[in-house]
T-cell receptor, first 116, second 114 residues
Framework: GAGVSQSPSNKVTEKGKDVELRCDPISGHTALYWYRQSLGQGLEFLIYFQGNSAPDKSGLPSDRFSAERTGGSVSTLTIQRTQQEDSAVYLC??????????????FGEGSWLTVV | AQSVAQPEDQVNVAEGNPLTVKCTYSVSGNPYLFWYVQYPNRGLQFLLKYITGDNLVKGSYGFEAEFNKSQTSFHLKKPSALVSDSALYFCAVRDVGGYQKVTFGIGTKLQVIP
């Protein structure tokens, strides 16, 4: 597709269950970011992938959170043993490596996670 | 460490009046600066960016922003506000020097009153 695609768009899960959120970046974009937006909060950086380099995981809030990016394209964010405080919108964004537009990151519509 | 401050949680402006949404930043080197807009229940949409060159940057929907290096600011402006501009606005910064993380402000809610 033309934009960043995220699925599911909405997910309600029970506390303690694991969830997987998927991000399909814009074709050809080498950089991929995950952010979290909680109600009334700004965007919290989670993790950054750039090509084949080791990801920057410095924003992951706990070891229950992990992410991978297969083949330099699709990424999956996994939250294990979900807690109510994990309820938030998880936003994925991608960026090309070229000059000019390579400085702009483009966001998907987000995955709205509710833990009950 | 890089950071962004948006000092106003909410800005109210009458339709047709000029609007300003404030943003200041901190980076160790030179900045790339961005503004994004978020409508309810949507993702973030890119508005404009400053990379280099002219300090006044023009973007989508009639918005513009002025980069002021001495004041480390990048305020978003529009000469005449529309009710449809009501949304949440985010300022963001990335250090040109190398670290690739893009840091966002907490957002400013713009309310345009008819």
């Amino acid at each position: 597709g033309a934009g960043v695609s995220q699925s599911p768009s909405n997910k309600v899960t029970e506390k303690g269950k694991d969830v997987e959120l998927r991000c399909d970046p814009i074709s050809g974009h080498t950089a991929l970011y995950w952010y979290r937006q909680s109600l009334g909060q700004g965007l919290e950086f989670l993790i950054y992938f750039q090509g084949n380099s080791a990801p920057d995981k410095s924003g992951l809030p706990s070891d229950r959170f992990s992410a991978e990016r297969t083949g330099g394209s699709v990424s999956t964010l996994t939250i294990q043993r979900t807690q109510q405080e994990d309820s938030a919108v998880y936003l994925c964004a991608s960026r090309s490596s070229g000059t000019g537009d390579g400085n702009t990151i483009y966001f998907g519509e987000g995955s709205w996670l509710t833990v009950v | 460490a890089q950071s962004v401050a948006q000092p106003e949680d909410q800005v109210n402006v009458a339709e047709g009046n000029p609007l300003t949404v404030k943003c200041t930043y901190s980076v160790s080197g030179n900045p790339y600066l961005f503004w994004y807009v978020q409508y309810p229940n949507r993702g973030l949409q890119f508005l404009l960016k400053y990379i280099t060159g002219d300090n006044l940057v023009k973007g989508s929907y009639g918005f513009e922003a002025e980069f002021n290096k001495s004041q480390t600011s990048f305020h978003l402006k529009k000469p005449s506000a529309l009710v449809s501009d009501s949304a949440l606005y985010f300022c963001a910064v990335r250090d040109v020097g190398g670290y690739q993380k893009v840091t966002f402000g907490i957002g400013t809610k713009l309310q345009v009153i008819p």
